[in-house]
Each structure stands twice: as C-alpha cells, then as structure tokens.
C-alpha cells in the first residue's frame, strides 16, 4: 500500500522567503514521487519527479525536492518566494504494482504575501 | 499551454441531459486517464486506459462511461448525471501505464443543475 501525507493545509509566506512544503510517504517498495502544482482555474502541472537516481532533484520555476529514505520525506522547497509562487501543491507517490495508481497527498495551499 | 486538450473548458447540463467530455493528447502516450476532483480536494481516479483498453475503472458509477476510440482520444460520455457530481474533471496522460508521470489538461468544470 502507498500513502502520501502532507503536513499544513495552508502556508504563509512572504515574498522573497523560504517556500517549504511537506510531504511524508509511505510505500512497501522503493516509490516514485512527485509535486504537482494547481494553479487556480487550471489542471496539475508537473513540478518536479524523484525517481531513484539523484535524491536531489531540480525543478521548474526554482523549485527542488530532496529524497530522504530514512525520513521518508520529500519535501519542497524554493529559496525565495514569489507572488506567481501562490497556487495549491500536491505531493505525489506512484510506487507502481500492478495497477501503477498515483496517490496523492490532500494539497497543500500556499500563499505570497507582499 | 498544456499538451493534453480537453474540450469544452465549462459545462452545464441538467439532470436528464447527455454530454461528453473530450481530451486529446498528440505525445504518444498510451496510457490515458480520468479523474475528478472536488473544490479544494486531490483529484480522485475514475478511469485508466492502457493501449486504448479499460484497465481501471474505481467503481465509478453507470452514469460516467468512458471511450478510448484511439490512441490520442479519451471521452466521457455523461448521462443522468446528480448535482453530487458537479466537479472539475481531469484528463491526464502518461508514455506507459508504468510510473512515468503524467501530464494533465486544464480539465473541464462541471455543474449539474
């Protein structure tokens, strides 16, 4: 089974500070994991994908993950925030089997501030 | 721009109507998928197609049938549809059914009067 837990519904930021978004996972055999961001009005847009090589990795818009196995974590993070940063992150697991169901975490709605 | 199309981008339609959903993509992806997703909620699975085959289907109800008529096509045709199922609807797309990421449309937003 795989599950995928976002810590805080809601983060506050203000513009130009660390952007640091939660995930915890769960998974039986080495997962894939993704962030997903919604912007309002739109479908998910791939942020960035671990998928066993490097446990950094780099997305678009500034935005990194880092893969930590003993933590079970692969939280977000973008060295400074801007306003186009607001919209609502999903954090992803896909640890394949027989069916290869992408789970998601409940999101998590972040906020710029001026 | 996203490179899954899905068509139209706003839909009303009473309880007694029948419509249909549309989603292209043009990537070669032979895995296509439906989701639904609620205000302020993850998407929830309904559908996978697998080289145009129905490879998941979550329990959904009769009222949602999909078609894969192609490659690059997926439907969802509607029918006696309940105001519960005013949503915003996803498509979304992947090389495989494998772990690969998939790629999602802007959706088309739903509202059953």
């Known amino acids: 089974a795989q599950s995928v837990t976002q810590l805080g519904s809601h983060v506050s930021v203000s513009e130009g500070a660390l952007v640091l978004l939660r995930c915890n996972y769960s998974s039986s055999v080495p997962p894939y994991l993704f962030w997903y961001v919604q912007y309002p009005n739109q479908g998910l847009q791939l942020l960035l994908k671990?998928?066993?090589?490097?446990?950094l990795v780099k997305g678009i818009n500034g935005f990194e993950a880092e893969f930590k196995k003993s933590e079970t974590s692969f939280h977000l993070t973008k060295p400074s925030a801007h306003m186009s940063d607001a919209a609502e992150y999903f954090c992803a697991v896909n640890s394949g089997g027989s069916n290869y169901k992408l789970t998601f975490g409940k999101g998590t709605l972040l906020t710029v501030n001026p | 721009d996203t490179e899954v199309t899905q068509t139209p981008k706003h839909l009303v339609m009473g309880m007694t109507n029948k419509k249909s959903l549309k989603c292209e993509q043009h990537m070669g992806h032979r895995a296509m998928y439906w989701y639904k997703q609620k205000a302020k909620k993850p998407p929830e699975l309904m559908f996978v197609?697998?080289?145009?085959?129905?490879?998941i289907n979550e329990s959904v109800p009769s009222r949602f049938s999909p078609e894969c008529p192609n490659s690059s096509l997926l439907n969802l045709h509607l029918h006696a549809l309940q105001p519960e199922d005013s949503a915003l609807y996803l498509c979304?797309?992947?090389?495989?059914?494998?772990?690969?990421?998939?790629?999602f449309g802007d959706g088309t937003r739903l509202s059953i009067l």
């Open positions: 671990y998928t066993s090589a490097a446990t």
């Open positions: 979304a797309s992947s090389r495989f059914l494998s772990n690969q990421p998939q790629h």
């Open positions: 197609y697998s080289y145009e085959k129905l490879s």
